[in-house]
């Protein structure tokens, strides 16, 4: 089965950066879409951030937008995600997913395969 692998989450302060990885194997990696999630304690998963198949196109959720940078490197199977100006209300698991479509969707149920999440927590 397929299942992406994150790392990278942490304790920072506010406004500190932090940069996720995740790596995907299983697949030929090159032919998904990526997406970033996040969910809170007690809340629905969110849409973060997504990055097209070859990497042309990106999709931010407003929230984000300005602060993080989604990339990928195909060769490494590997899409990360930078995180600038932190805020206390991010605190969340992020969750590293994969689509096959070719639609830059953002609802978490159109995505295919998701890992298990890594932890960030920002203090404020």
């Known amino acids: 089965q397929v299942q992406p692998v994150e790392s990278g989450g942490g304790l920072v302060q506010a406004g500190d950066s932090l940069e996720l990885s995740c790596v995907t194997s299983g697949l030929t990696f090159s032919s998904v879409a990526m997406g970033w999630f996040r969910q809170a304690p007690g809340k629905e998963r969110e849409f973060v951030v997504r990055?097209?198949?070859?990497?042309?196109?990106?999709l931010y959720a407003d929230s984000v937008k300005g602060r993080f940078t989604i990339s990928r490197d195909n060769a490494k199977n590997t899409v990360y995600l930078q995180m600038n100006s932190l805020k206390p209300e991010e605190t969340a698991v992020y969750y590293c997913?994969?689509?096959?479509?070719?639609?830059?969707?953002?609802?978490?149920?159109?995505?295919?395969?998701w890992g298990q999440g890594t932890q960030v927590t920002v203090s404020s």
């Open positions: 990055i097209s198949r070859s990497g042309g196109s990106t």
């Open positions: 997913a994969a689509d096959r479509s070719n639609v830059p969707v953002t609802t978490k149920d159109e995505y295919d395969y």
